[in-house]
């Protein structure tokens, strides 16, 4: 009678493997997909759930940037605060960091509260590491505002909040100004300082891999929350009519969290995910790639694999309760070297109230977070790779103003992708896994051209120089 409730256990896990699989032939539909929602994205206001946001950079740092400069982060469980001081000749001389967790109270407050914290919070960095400037000698100075959520720019400068995710909700703030809002926290705190340049987490890190390489076009971010954003020439954004830059190119940033193909290996387990989310229909790709959500993925196969079989002992009311298993945990559990897996052990004990798992129990909840972690990374590099293909750099001719190019002539060019956020950056199978599956979807002949760089901490060192490059004094 064991080994028969143990077997149910076994198909349940074979069931969600096989939902969950990405067979290379699979993630070619979904690159192609992607390049195709890159482009209605860009025909048109609302043309897909892909937004393909303006951000009104036209001009990357490239170096020659000089100067000190501060920038505030906030992404999505810390924020951060940092100073730099650019030297030209892509030199950084000094590089000044403070993180902060956002307190769990300030994601569900009012606007003036959560930007009155942050204001605070920069006027007391500056102070401390002002080298002893006093307060008014820091006037003028340009702030680079890093800002990971859906904004509709307006201008560099300038942005409303189009929605919340990765949990926060402060209802107010939607469709408000946040560099307005932050501009006013600011002169209430008695700091004068200018918002130079809002950007996304993910331009953030475009403009530091171009800092330091003219070849990156494309960044990605993997986080928390997950989005990327690449360089497109300004007559592709077809939405926008007569959108000229001096540069001839602009920044898109794609707002990938809400892509959505049929082709993405959806399961029952994403399905109740996102039902019970405080977005659900949103935010498709997102919740199948990023470190919110991962962990409770996996969560909830154990949850069915106890439902299905009494195996294990009594049912503990934290299998069902959401997001107690977290992304890092899951990765701890996934990475554990150990012959009888004890840190797994303690894992399950200590989160999920799974006591004296058996070895095969474990093996099995290993699998799982093998599993979850592999989708995610193969996804997020389909969703790569699907950017290159849309501007021409994966080596088959790309899609230009809707027509495929039927010519394989495109020359190779080098083309480098930055990569930053804690699951690409701390979680070394899931890195592995996405590098492997864009050096898989590409082949041979071009994988070696396409180069993907981490930028630790990036975001927030772009968007300082950001605000560098659109100083109004340089
Ligand atoms: P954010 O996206 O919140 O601005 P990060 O880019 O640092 O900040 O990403 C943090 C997220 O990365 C965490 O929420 C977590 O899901 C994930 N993460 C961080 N470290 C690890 C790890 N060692 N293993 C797996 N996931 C991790």
Redesign the pocket.
């Known amino acids: 009678r064991s080994r028969r409730r143990w077997w149910k256990v076994v198909r349940a896990f074979e069931e969600f493997e096989e939902a969950a699989s990405t067979p290379v032939g699979r993630l070619r539909q979904v690159v192609d997909a992607m390049a195709v929602e890159m482009h209605a994205g860009l025909a048109s206001e609302g043309g897909s759930k892909l937004k393909m946001l303006l951000t009104f950079v036209d001009k990357l740092p490239d170096g020659s940037e000089s100067g000190i400069y501060y920038a505030l982060h906030v992404?999505?469980?810390?924020f951060r605060i940092l100073r730099i001081q650019l030297g030209g000749q892509r030199s950084i001389l000094g590089h000044d960091v403070e993180r902060k967790p956002i307190p769990q109270d300030l994601m569900t407050t009012t606007s003036e509260e959560f930007f009155d914290f942050l204001a605070l919070s920069l006027k007391d960095f500056v102070e401390r590491k002002g080298n002893n400037l006093q307060l008014t000698q820091v006037r003028g100075k340009d702030l680079g505002f890093t800002f990971?959520f859906p904004v509709k720019q307006t201008s560099v400068s300038s942005g409303t909040l189009i929605k919340w995710t990765k949990g926060f909700a402060i209802d107010d703030m939607v469709e408000q100004d946040v560099v307005e809002c932050l501009q006013k926290a600011l002169s209430r705190t008695g700091l004068d300082m200018n918002v130079a340049a809002l950007v996304n987490?993910s331009v953030g890190t475009l403009a530091v891999g171009h800092f330091y390489d003219k070849d990156t076009v494309v960044a990605v971010?993997i986080?928390?929350?997950t989005n990327a954003c690449y360089l497109e020439r300004a007559d592709a954004v077809i939405k926008c009519q007569g959108l000229l830059t001096a540069s001839g190119g602009m920044v898109i940033n794609m707002e990938w969290g809400n892509f959505w193909s049929s082709h993405l290996p959806r399961t029952s387990y994403d399905i109740d995910l996102d039902a019970e989310s405080q977005n659900p229909n949103d935010q498709g790709f997102e919740k199948m790639i990023s470190?919110?959500y991962l962990g409770d993925i996996v969560r909830r196969v154990i949850c069915k694999m106890f439902l299905v079989s009494d195996i294990f002992g009594p049912f503990s009311s934290k299998l069902s309760t959401r997001f107690v298993l977290?992304?890092?945990l899951m990765?701890a559990m996934h990475e554990d070297n150990s012959p009888d897996l004890s840190e797994v052990a303690k894992i399950l004990e200590d989160t999920l109230d799974i006591y004296d798992a058996p070895l095969k129990l474990r093996k099995l909840v290993v699998k799982v977070c093998d599993v979850v972690t592999r989708r995610a990374a193969r996804l997020a590099a389909a969703g790569i790779v699907g950017i290159l293909k849309k501007i021409g750099r994966d080596g088959t001719g790309g899609i230009t103003s809707g027509r495929v190019k039927g010519v394989k002539g495109d020359k190779l060019r080098r083309t480098v992708v930055a990569v930053?956020?804690?699951?690409y950056t701390?979680?070394t199978i899931?890195r592995e896994y996405l590098n492997e599956a864009v050096a898989e979807i590409l082949g041979d002949e071009i994988a070696p051209y396409v180069i993907l760089k981490v930028m630790e901490d990036g975001s927030g060192i772009g968007a300082a120089m950001l605000a560098a490059s659109h100083s109004a004094r340089n």
């Open positions: 992404g999505g469980t810390d990971s987490d971010v986080g928390t929350g470190g919110m977290s992304t890092p990765a930053e956020g804690g699951l701390s979680y899931f």
